[in-house]
């Protein structure tokens, strides 16, 4: 075991995965994960288990619950490899002007790619519900047909997923089947509370290590071997990078200082700016014959910036609900006794009332569908900022959905197409005949989706509908983003031997569904460090 290492990695999640097996390949790798393996309960990440596991937010789960200050739930993975554990599983490449945008070398993003395809994506099986939405997509306008692709291209398409034929998961953790194991350790249930920094006669302050606390509490020091390329690297998702730089002391000057926060190591303003999630409204389709157990499997790529896509026979069980909303409860409950300041009051109202009368259709089913919308960019961004100094708790989030009129516009024709594609005569077989669409929105609007108002004429007007129904579909992404807080390298500005490697530097969601693009980044990036670090070695020597 090292007592030092060439790399620490904080959080073994989408991302921290490929990067660590990558830099393990010719370096000393340290991978800090806060939560535990998914190979102590492989069953919980089997396609039929996906609810279950994703609702499950008991202190010690995968799932970390969090509610934004808009009043939407959102889920934070606490667990070895990240979201690719708890997700729907669709798997889909960024498109070529994402990669343009990114400056990446698209040979060595092809690479990459294929490198995470051949460990966690599969084909999957259409079968009636999902060739039904298909086809329903078709006959709304939504063409050409592409097939089954990887590639992001308009249209209709059938995407990669992470289940296997099995419907066992394949996550970001199969990466580091690649590592060399005895140059990489990987600590689970390891707390990363800050990084560590020298200032000793130089002009910038470099990391130099980072102080952890394990499952019982101890705290330890973990510190980078002497090497000028050695370094920290930051990959623990969109709320967890800038929450650390943060409390490490790297970020706005005035927020940290009326948080305590010692010692102030660099004013950084745009630590915790720029946080976008793409917002989610979906409408939820009883259906009078059977459906198949499926998660996103055909998607919609519009001309209008929505991508359409469809689930179906997982969406409700009253246990699971009952289960989840009572976590809610107690989530708000909780911040409402300590005291945490959140600027917004929400209201539980809506929980209470949907449970005392459940509505009588889906006390009666799990035979449903859901169709929803995700925007894509999106153009409204919100901001992270500290609720306190706990490592462990949620920092306080705003990603002001729909606050941008051109997000609101996209939704409207999201759901116009949604309600195309129910009334298809390809998708008529999975509706109830005497189903309309204004009793299916009330359906959905008599559904506490969120903590949000319901207005009355949200079942008419589509605008009202898209801002009360709002939901994550959890491609949150910003807060460290290129640009502002780290360079085209993921350097971050102004501080030596630290980056960020991960979706908090995203300007906006790559694809239609981003985890493909972020394991792709951790091996790209992996690559790129690795030749550097050759090519560094290789001019000294010569020397």
Known sequence: MFARFDYIIIGGGTSGCALAATLSQNAS???????????DNPAATDIGNFATTLSNTSPKSWSQLFISEDGVYNTRARVLGGGSVLNAGFYTRAGGDYVEEAEWMSDEVEAAYQWVEEKVAFQPPVMGWQTALRDGLLEAGEFPYNGFTYDHINGTKIGGTIFDHAGHRHTAANLLEY???????VYLHATVHKIIFTTKGRPRPKAYGVIFQDANGVLHKAELAKNVMNEVILSAGAIG????????????????????IKPLVL??????????????????????????VSLIQVVGITKYNSYIEGASGVIFSYSWTRNY???????????????????????????TDFFKS????????????????????????????LRNTNPNDNPSVRFNYYQEP?????CVQGIATIIRVINSKAFSKFKYPEATIHGLLDLILSIPTNLRPRHITSGFDLKQ???????????YHGGCQVGRVVDKNYKVLGIDGLRVIDGSTFLKSPGTNPQATVMMLGRYMGQKILREREAFHKKDEEA
């Not at 590592?179 to 350790?185: G, I, M, Q, R, V």
């Not at 909303?325 to 929980?351: A, H, K």
């Not at 009588?360 to 901001?383: E, F, N």
Request: hydrophobic letters at 35%; aromatic letters at 4%; proline letters at 8%.
């Open 465 to 475: 509908f898209c801002i009360d129904t709002v939901m994550s579909i959890w491609h």
């Open 406 to 410: 051109e997000d609101l516009q996209t």
């Open 241 to 260: 990078s800038p929450q650390l730089l943060m409390l490490s002391g790297v970020g706005p000057m005035d927020h940290l200082t009326a948080h305590g």
């Open 267 to 292: 004013d950084h303003p745009m630590v915790g700016q720029g946080m976008g999630d793409n917002p989610m409204n979906a409408i939820f389709i009883p259906s009078p014959t059977p459906v198949e």
């Open 358 to 385: 459940i509505h009588p259709l889906l006390s009666a089913t799990t035979k449903a569908g859901l169709i929803l919308q995700k925007v894509a960019g999106p153009v409204s961004r919100g901001h992270l900022e």
């Open 325 to 351: 909303f009572d976590g809610i409860l107690n989530y708000i409950n909780e911040m409402q006794t300590s005291g945490t300041n959140t600027s917004t009051t929400l209201s539980t109202q809506s929980i």
């Open 29 to 39: 790798v340290l991978v800090l994960e806060r939560g535990g393996s998914p190979y």
């Open 179 to 185: 590592a060399k194991p005895d140059t990489l350790a």
